[in-house]
Nanobody
Framework: QVQLVESGGGLVQTGGSLRLSCAAS????????MAWFRQAPGKEREAVAT???????????AYADFVKGRFTISGDNAKNTVPLQMNRMIPEDTGVYYC?????????????????????WGQGTQVTVSS
């Protein structure tokens, strides 16, 4: 089993920044795909960003169009975490942010955005952007 714990959520004003972190523990794999999803009240969970790495090398990273140029996902091998840096935030970024993980790459390139591709999930952290 893999345990995922998110942290770093909170309240921020429009245009501000937050840095989320996903800490992974438990079973280890030679290569992971990890992703951030979010869910706003009354809406479906949507993919935000993904990274595929093995703790030393990043194979690829991808972003939803609505966060490109504003959010950055990375892998911190020393801390075994996956940070999500969120800049120039807008009220539409409000929601619960979840970290997800799976062993190896996703089934195909575009599949990273499907929640069904991931076997492990964190409990989520609330992000609120005020206008």
């Amino acid at each position: 089993q893999v345990q995922l714990v998110e942290s770093g959520g909170g309240l921020v004003q429009t245009g501000g920044s937050l840095r989320l972190s996903c800490a992974a523990s438990g079973r280890t794999f030679s290569r992971y795909t990890m992703a951030w999803f979010r869910q706003a009240p009354g809406k479906e969970r949507e993919a935000v960003a993904t990274i595929s790495w093995d703790g030393r090398r990043t194979y690829y990273a991808a972003y939803a169009d609505f966060v490109k140029g504003r959010f950055t996902i990375s892998g911190d091998n020393a801390k075994n975490t996956v940070p999500l840096q969120m800049n120039r935030m807008i009220p539409e970024d409000t929601g619960v942010y979840y970290c997800a993980a799976r062993q190896g790459p996703t089934s195909h390139g575009a599949a990273w955005a499907s929640a069904y591709e991931y076997d492990y999930w964190g409990q989520g952290t609330q992000v609120t952007v005020s206008s």
